[in-house]
C-alpha cells in the first residue's frame, strides 16, 4: 500500500540526519548571537584633552598589580601607550580621566596573521559592543591571557568555555541536558565549533563539514 506525503497526518518533509544536525547548528548558533550583553566600567575611548604622558613607574604608584613594558618587553609597550597620558589621572585619580583602550587599539600590534582575525570587525561580538579586554586581560604577564571567571559548575571544562558561559549562560544550561556536545567534559570546547574573534554562528567550512568532522557515522 502507498503513502501519499499529502495525506492528511503525514508530514510533508521527511528530516535526514544530516538535516537535524544543521537545524541543531543553526540554532546554537542564533542563541549564541542573541544573548544581550552590558558593558561594565568606562567605555571612554577617545583621547582625553590636556593629558601628558607620566611613565609607567608614576602609574605603578597605585596600580602594583599591574605589568608594565618590564614585564611583557617584546610588545614594546607600558600602560600610555594605551591608555594615553595619564597626568590628569594621575592627579584626580578618576576614571573618568583615563582613556580605556578599544579593540583597535589591540589591533594596532595584533594585526592579522599574528594573534587574530581580519573578520572581528564583522563578528557578532564587535557588533554587540564587546571589546577585546572583556574576555582577555591586558594586564597580565601572560600572552593572551583571558579574564577571571566564576566558576561555573563544570570542573572539567576547558578555561575558554566557562568564560563563553559567564555570557552566554543559556548555552551552559544546555550542558546540563542528559544529550549535549561534550564541551562540560572537557571532550571538545566552545571553539571547537566557533570563532569567538569572527561570525558568531559555525566557523569557516559550513556547517555540513564541520558537523561531518565528528558525526562521521551520520554522513
Not at 8 to 23: D, E, H, I, M, N
Not at 155 to 164: F, I, T, V
Not at 213 to 218: R, Y
Request: with cysteine; charged share 20%.
Amino acid at each position: 500500500m502507498s503513502h501519499d506525503c499529502n495525506e492528511p497526518g503525514r508530514s510533508r518533509w521527511l528530516p535526514t540526519k544530516l538535516s537535524l544536525l544543521v537545524a541543531l547548528a543553526l540554532v546554537l548558533g542564533v542563541a549564541c548571537a542573541t544573548v544581550v550583553w552590558t558593558p561594565v566600567g568606562s567605555r571612554r575611548t577617545e583621547p582625553i584633552v590636556g593629558a601628558f604622558p607620566e611613565g609607567a613607574e608614576e602609574c605603578r604608584v597605585c596600580h602594583e598589580d599591574v605589568h608594565g613594558q618590564d614585564a611583557m618587553p617584546i610588545y614594546h609597550a607600558d600602560c600610555e601607550s594605551c591608555h594615553g597620558g595619564g597626568s590628569l589621572h594621575s592627579e584626580s585619580e578618576a576614571i573618568a580621566d583615563i582613556r580605556h583602550p578599544g579593540s583597535r587599539d589591540c589591533l594596532a600590534c595584533h594585526t592579522p596573521g599574528r594573534d587574530t582575525h581580519l573578520q572581528w570587525g564583522l563578528g557578532g561580538h564587535s557588533e554587540a559592543g564587546l571589546i577585546c579586554s572583556d574576555c582577555h586581560d591586558p594586564h597580565n604577564g601572560r600572552r593572551l591571557s583571558l579574564r577571571e571567571f566564576k566558576r561555573s559548575g563544570f570542573p572539567d571544562m576547558d578555561a575558554a568555555s566557562q568564560l563563553c558561559i559567564e555570557c552566554h549562560s543559556n548555552v551552559g544550561a544546555e550542558l546540563r541536558y542528559p544529550s549535549h556536545h561534550p564541551v562540560a567534559e572537557g571532550g571538545m570546547t566552545c571553539t571547537s565549533c566557533h570563532d569567538p574573534h569572527e561570525d558568531p554562528r559555525v566557523i569557516a567550512g559550513g556547517a555540513n563539514q564541520r558537523c561531518a568532522g565528528c558525526h562521521q557515522d551520520l554522513m
